[in-house]
């Protein structure tokens, strides 16, 4: 299991200096879309000169032109590139071809997937990298979380690895371990403390701990 750190509201220099703070805890900095909206992708260039040694990804939502998107944000240093469940067959086709040839990987958001399995079996079997079951910030407010359809999609992938975000804090972070997904995404759970680094070592030590 490895622990992912999403950054959506700062801007490069800020992004930059927090994960200075938990680069020793954290295995992937996600450059969140807010940041790639305000920032452009040269935000993912910046994270990835200043951290070389870390994964990089970038969360572009993607949901047409998908090919040319991810040849863009692999050409920016991003090691792993997102795109929507709910877009066309064709789009996620073309950006899991696109980023074989670049030796980058691709994460699907099930943001929004009504039919989380039915769609979890075609993905898999369209060959992307990650399935990430995620309860977006609106829903997060009306008290949803993500841990029953991560069950729901481990029980039906064969090759992709998932991944889990949307609201994770330290206090919840058992109960996501308990389900072993491959990737644990957190931001606010973080990024919102004062002592960062205390947190985000805490929240690696119970990951190790598995």
Same mark, same amino acid.
């Given at each position: 299991?490895?622990?992912?750190?999403?950054?959506?509201?700062?801007?490069?220099?800020?992004?930059? #200096?927090?994960?200075?703070?938990? #680069?020793?805890?954290?295995?992937?900095?996600?450059?969140?879309?807010?940041? /790639?909206?305000? *920032?452009?992708?040269?935000?993912?260039? *910046?994270?990835?000169?200043?951290?070389?040694?870390?994964?990089?990804?970038?969360?572009?939502?993607?949901?047409? +032109?998908?090919?040319?998107?991810?040849?863009?944000?692999?050409?920016?240093?991003?090691?792993?590139? =997102?795109?929507?469940? =709910?877009?066309?067959?064709?789009?996620?086709?073309?950006? /899991? #071809?696109?980023?074989?040839?670049?030796?980058?990987?691709?994460? !699907?958001?099930?943001?929004?997937?009504?039919?989380?399995?039915?769609? +979890?079996?075609?993905?898999? *079997?369209?060959?992307?990298?990650?399935?990430?079951?995620?309860?977006?910030?609106?829903?997060?407010?009306?008290?949803?979380?993500?841990? #029953?359809?991560?069950?729901?999609?481990?029980?039906?992938?064969?090759?992709?690895?998932?991944?889990?975000?949307?609201?994770?804090?330290?206090? =919840?972070?058992?109960?996501?371990?308990?389900?072993?997904?491959?990737?644990?995404? !957190?931001?606010?759970?973080? =990024?919102?403390?004062?002592?960062?680094?205390?947190?985000?070592?805490?929240?690696?030590?119970?990951?190790?701990?598995?």
């Amino acid at each position: 299991m490895k622990l992912q750190l999403a950054l959506d509201l700062v801007n490069i220099p800020e992004a930059i #200096e927090l994960v200075k703070e938990v #680069e020793s805890y954290i295995d992937v900095v996600e450059i969140g879309t807010p940041v /790639v909206i305000n *920032e452009g992708l040269k935000a993912v260039k *910046e994270m990835k000169a200043a951290f070389p040694n870390l994964t990089v990804l970038a969360d572009l939502k993607i949901m047409d +032109a998908a090919g040319y998107e991810v040849s863009q944000a692999s050409q920016a240093g991003a090691d792993i590139i =997102t795109i929507l469940g =709910t877009a066309e067959d064709q789009s996620i086709e073309g950006a /899991v #071809e696109e980023a074989k040839k670049h030796n980058k990987k691709i994460l !699907v958001d099930m943001i929004a997937v009504k039919d989380i399995e039915t769609r +979890a079996k075609e993905l898999d *079997e369209l060959g992307v990298d990650y399935i990430c079951v995620h309860t977006g910030y609106d829903l997060q407010a009306v008290g949803k979380n993500s841990f #029953e359809d991560l069950a729901t999609i481990k029980s039906v992938v064969k090759q992709a690895q998932t991944a889990i975000a949307g609201g994770i804090k330290q206090e =919840t972070l058992p109960e996501v371990i308990k389900q072993q997904p491959d990737l644990i995404i !957190v931001g606010g759970g973080i =990024t919102s403390k004062e002592d960062k680094q205390s947190v985000a070592r805490e929240m690696k030590k119970l990951i190790q701990l598995g």
